[in-house]
């Protein structure tokens, strides 16, 4: 017979082995990673963006800090931000840009309705998650005005989604989203808490954590050989950067690629798409900081393409002169030949004096010129808003233009259920279903270790606990121990990505939104 001693050893051994191999793995996963760039898309409340604008209200809504829209009802916020655990799945991710809803406009021209919001921020700890963001809201009868900071605004379902393992990037999808109790007091008092809010996506990069003990070499002070002037010497004049960002207007954007016009468009020639915006870079010309003028052109181009349309903007430049900004292109529509340098737009410049190096103008309002109207075939008339313009100046090699919003990796869809606008969700296709994955863009690799290990582990101490039993009824009834190995079945328990199809309701009443 086996003695038990030697078992008892082997069992030891294989557990303190078995240990040995799993704590560095998860040390290593334990270090949080860096959220470094993304997108969350939430139409908030598509009925209260119905109301809003509806007759009732009579209102409507603005875009700030870089925001976009995505889709029909959706608005997008960029440039993620935080920290990733793949241990735990905890996640806190801060997005850039907000929306500004307006309506019910009074005689003196303020209005009753007037609710922003903005920076959301998704946190996820222990299998939950909540939505705050940056309120300003105007309170509904008494027009009292208040301010608040990361507000938590509504809850996450996240319908047993595993978050743990996952890699870049990391994606939800039309995750189920409820006014909370704050929320609902911070939304100006429409809606009551508990009430069923738009459905949240988001998509981040994560990055692994710096190693705080590696230090960046340290650049040698003094002059720069390249060029021959120290850090913050100037060229009186020259311009070291200089770009400029504008979306055209982003109703013709969602426009050329709706239904109607069924097309896209295209940047060429290094011109950069910041999701609400385009950016123009490598300006070159003339500035003086004194008078804060400015003569530049900037690299790229952007063409629109659909059913019968195709217009071509590029050699981008802008003039700045007392206070009055004024950008032009070169404008080709229908593959004619181009116009040169047709003005488009008129802005205000205001004050454009640089301050640590860099001039700048920030999402400064503009309107259609005469010729701009003609450029774009007369589709608005003069006078029209067109999309804010936004401009850096560095004039030393140590100023930094502004970022681009960052919008991260794109991601392919994932196991979203279907929706049919007139029949409501719809259950995916068994193809589909079986080459979706996990919403939390989990590492399979990670997974089939787990398990592997966690088999191993069961065997283990049914080996020990074998052995301890049988050492245990040795001395009270001697003889052969017979017994059955523990049932340690496995599993992933990763969850299934909810059912969430749009919220339903979509009219206004006479006293609120729906």
Request: hydrophobic share 35%.
């Amino acid at each position: 017979m086996l003695s038990s001693r030697p078992v008892r050893a082997l069992a030891v051994a294989l557990l303190a082995g078995l240990l040995g191999a799993l704590i560095p793995a998860a040390t290593a996963q334990a270090a949080d990673r860096t959220v470094q760039g993304g997108r969350l898309d939430w139409g908030i409340k598509s009925s209260f963006q119905s109301y809003v604008t509806g007759p009732i209200a009579g209102g409507s809504w603005s875009l700030n800090g870089g925001a976009a829209t995505v889709g029909g009802s959706q608005f997008r916020f960029h440039s993620a931000s935080g920290t990733y655990d793949p241990d735990s799945g905890g996640l806190r991710a801060g997005f850039s840009g907000g929306v500004r809803f307006v309506g019910h406009t009074k005689p003196d021209g303020s209005h009753e309705l007037d609710l922003t919001i903005s920076r959301p921020t998704v946190r996820i700890s222990g299998g939950r998650g909540t939505l705050h963001a940056d309120m300003t809201s105007k309170a509904k009868g008494s027009g009292k005005v208040t301010t608040s900071s990361q507000v938590p605004l509504a809850t996450l379902d996240l319908g047993g989604i595993d978050m743990r393992g996952g890699g870049s990037p990391v994606a939800l999808s039309n995750v189920p989203s409820t006014l909370t109790a704050q929320g609902a007091t911070a939304f100006a008092g429409y809606y009551t808490a508990g009430t069923a809010l738009d459905p949240v996506s988001l998509s981040v990069d994560v990055a692994a954590a710096k190693d705080p003990a590696k230090k960046p070499a340290e650049k040698p002070a003094g002059k720069d050989k390249s060029d021959g002037e120290t850090g913050n010497e100037r060229a009186e004049g020259a311009l070291r950067d200089a770009a400029v960002d504008w979306g055209v207007r982003r109703t013709f954007r969602e426009y050329v690629t709706g239904s109607i016009a069924e097309g896209r468009w295209s940047l060429g020639d290094g011109a950069q798409d910041g999701g609400a915006l385009f950016r123009f870079p490598r300006g070159k010309g003339t500035y003086d900081e004194k008078k804060g003028t400015l003569d530049a052109g900037f690299a790229g181009s952007v063409r629109f393409t659909g059913n019968q349309l195709d217009l071509r903007l590029s050699g981008i430049s802008v003039r700045v002169k007392d206070g009055k900004g004024t950008l032009a292109a070169d404008v080709t529509s229908g593959g004619g030949a181009p116009r040169r340098a047709v003005s488009l737009v008129t802005f205000a410049a205001g004050d454009f004096t640089p301050k640590n190096g860099l001039a700048v103008l920030t999402e400064a309002p503009a309107t259609l010129t005469e010729a701009g109207a003609k450029a774009f075939g007369s589709m608005y008339k003069a006078g029209t808003v067109m999309d804010p313009v936004s401009l850096a100046v560095a004039v030393d090699k140590k100023a930094k233009l502004p970022a681009l919003p960052d919008l991260g990796s794109d991601v392919e869809a994932s196991a979203a259920p279907k929706t049919d606008a007139a029949d409501g969700p719809t259950e995916p296709a068994e193809a589909d279903e079986a080459a979706s994955a996990p919403a939390s863009s989990y590492s399979n690799a990670l997974t089939y270790t787990g398990i592997g290990a966690g088999l191993l582990l069961a065997a283990a101490l049914a080996v020990y606990l074998g052995v301890r039993r049988r050492g245990s009824t040795a001395s009270a009834a001697p003889g052969p121990a017979s017994g059955s190995e523990p049932d340690s079945g496995s599993g992933s328990g990763s969850g299934s990505e909810p059912d969430s199809g749009p919220v339903p309701g979509s009219g206004s009443g006479a006293d609120g939104p729906s």
